[in-house]
């Protein structure tokens, strides 16, 4: 159940800010990702990245970006460009790029208003 | 591209009966399929996986078929209790550039009532 932890659990934002969400894995794990799940949808990739330095956009990338300094860190910024922005955000880790099993932190509930 | 589909969105079971929970698949080459189990305001947790090599495979209350042919699979969990309350995912992989991704399916709310 650890290893994966995103904070902060809520947040609050005004619409036409940016506003960047963390997550951090000490499982040791190339691959890390984004997802966003909205009521009565499955989860939807936004990003991944399969090792430091490198990441590609998933299916709904657009209005957010992501960077990966740091192979423990995927921090993921929701901008201003993203239209429907609230949302449960969870993010996810694997082995590696080639590996199946994800692993998911506890979630981040964006509101914005 | 590759869809998943799953049905039914919302099950209720009496307490001692079995859920089924079926998911089906577009993309031929897909070759894993985990089940999620998500509680409410939790993350996803994986419970069960299953791959293109094997037809059916079980933990304890829960199973798993796969029919690739017909390109579904399903979820099978007998003996209910309350805490198996949850909402369940599926999913199929999708390779892409070389990396594999998920694909899931909308989510299926089950009530285990006691």
């Known amino acids: 159940d650890g290893g994966i932890t995103q904070s902060p659990k809520y947040l609050f934002r005004k619409e036409g800010q940016n506003v960047t969400l963390s997550c951090e894995q000490n499982l040791n794990h190339d691959a890390m990702y984004w997802y966003r799940q909205d009521p009565g949808q499955g989860l939807r990739l936004i990003y991944y990245?399969?090792?430091?330095?490198?990441?590609q956009k998933g299916d709904i990338a657009e209005g957010y970006s992501v960077s990966r300094e740091k192979k423990e860190s995927f921090p993921l910024t929701v901008t201003s460009a993203q239209k429907n922005p609230t949302a449960f955000y969870l993010c996810?880790?694997?082995?590696?790029?080639?590996?199946?099993?994800?692993?998911f932190g506890p979630g981040t509930r964006l509101t914005v208003t | 591209g590759e869809n998943v589909e799953q049905h039914p969105s919302t099950l209720s079971v009496q307490e001692g009966d079995s859920a089924v929970i079926k998911c089906t698949y577009s993309d031929s080459a897909s070759n894993y399929f985990p089940w999620y189990k998500q509680e409410l305001g939790k993350r996803p947790q994986l419970i069960i996986d299953i791959r293109s090599n094997v037809g059916e495979k079980k933990d304890q209350r829960i199973a798993v078929t796969l029919n690739k042919t017909a390109k579904h699979f399903s979820l099978h969990i007998t003996e209910t209790q309350p805490e198996d309350s949850a909402v369940y995912f599926c999913a199929a992989s999708r390779r892409s550039g070389g990396y594999n991704k998920l694909i899931f399916g909308a989510g299926t709310r089950l009530a285990v009532h006691p």
């Open positions: 990245s399969q090792i430091v330095n490198d990441f």
């Open positions: 996810a880790s694997s082995l590696s790029g080639t590996a199946y099993e994800q692993y």
